[in-house]
């Protein structure tokens, strides 16, 4: 089974940075396409960013010019930089394939405060 370890999150006023990282523990990692999704209590999960295989990224308009998706597939490890944090950013942040087909990890919150 996959497992999937998304760290980096904390508390944070508008205007920070924080950079999330999430190890994944399959080698299988370097075959996938990525992505880092976000959830706030009552909504849906919505997709944020994602990486292809060869490095190309897509972002949603929310935080498109704020924030940055990597890979690092020697350390089957996918970052998200966040960057001019807004309070509306605030959720608890998950990777996984851009599919979603692994099993969900813990997460990491995120909040920004005004």
């Known amino acids: 089974q996959v497992q999937l370890v998304e760290s980096g999150g904390g508390l944070v006023q508008a205007g920070g940075s924080l950079r999330l990282s999430c190890a994944v523990s399959?080698?299988?990692?370097?075959?996938?396409?990525m992505g880092w999704y976000r959830q706030v209590p009552g909504k849906q999960r919505e997709l944020v960013a994602a990486?292809?295989?060869?490095?190309?990224?897509n972002y949603a308009d929310a935080v498109k010019g704020r924030f940055t998706i990597s890979r690092d597939n020697a350390k089957n490890t996918v970052y998200l930089q966040l960057n001019s944090l807004k309070p509306e950013d605030t959720a608890v942040y998950y990777c996984?394939?851009?599919?979603?087909?692994?099993?969900w990890g813990q997460g990491t919150q995120v909040t920004v405060s005004s």
């Open positions: 996984n394939t851009r599919g979603g087909d692994w099993l």
């Open positions: 399959t080698n299988i990692f370097r075959l996938a396409a």
């Open positions: 990486i292809t295989l060869g490095g190309d990224t």
